[in-house]
């Protein structure tokens, strides 16, 4: 398997706050997405501190005889210590005050893809269907689920920025995890809303089924672009 990356600032930006990394281990591939926010700069250090802070932990830490639960371990543990590491920037340095970022993070072994995320940075599952792994932590999900608003809402809610958990902002944070099984054809995207945003699902299935690897990063945020790109757009493609 082999990780493909495109990130762009979009339109209606001044700079990119998103960062996205990646690394081939001796029997895997990790994947990370993360979305900055903050003024000052702060967003974008949020996000490349974070990107950076778990990328080196799993590269230093992961081992190829690892089980489900110690990869989950060291996936949970690398987005918190990039938590306490932003937290701390946001707190020594005033204008950086309140800085965090959103991630998600993925890694594939042996047919399992192994998920955690924070915010609304989403990972998809690119089968015969287009299927969410990762749960949006925001507002308009909170209100979905409640049932206060229907999924066409949800899409174009005032709101729909507003998330409920960040990397940095709080002292500590809880990632969700998740894991799914591979398929040799399957594909994991892992994305900023950026993406997800402007991008439909049914597209990115679409495009995921008749684009090669290296072709569809690009591909899919140039399709962000075409529909507005009203925000930072980055993707992940793990195939």
Known sequence: MMVYTH????????ENQDSVDFALLEDAVFAVVCDGMGGSNAGREASSRAVAIIKERIVKSYRSDYDSNKIRNLLVAAVKTANA??????SAVPEWNGMGTTCV???VRNGLVH??????????????EIKQITRDHSMVMNLYERGDITKEELKNHPKRNVITRAVGVAENVEPDYFENELPPNGAVILCTDGLSNYCD???????????SSEELPNALVQTALDNGGGDNITAAVIR
């Open 7 to 14: 990130t762009d600032i979009g339109h209606g930006r001044s």
């Open 85 to 90: 590491v932003v937290y701390d920037l946001g």
């Open 105 to 107: 993070a993925s890694l």
């Open 115 to 128: 998920t955690v995320n924070v915010g609304d940075s989403r990972a998809y599952l690119v089968t015969h």
């Open 201 to 211: 699902e049914g597209l990115m299935f679409r495009m995921t089924k008749d684009m």
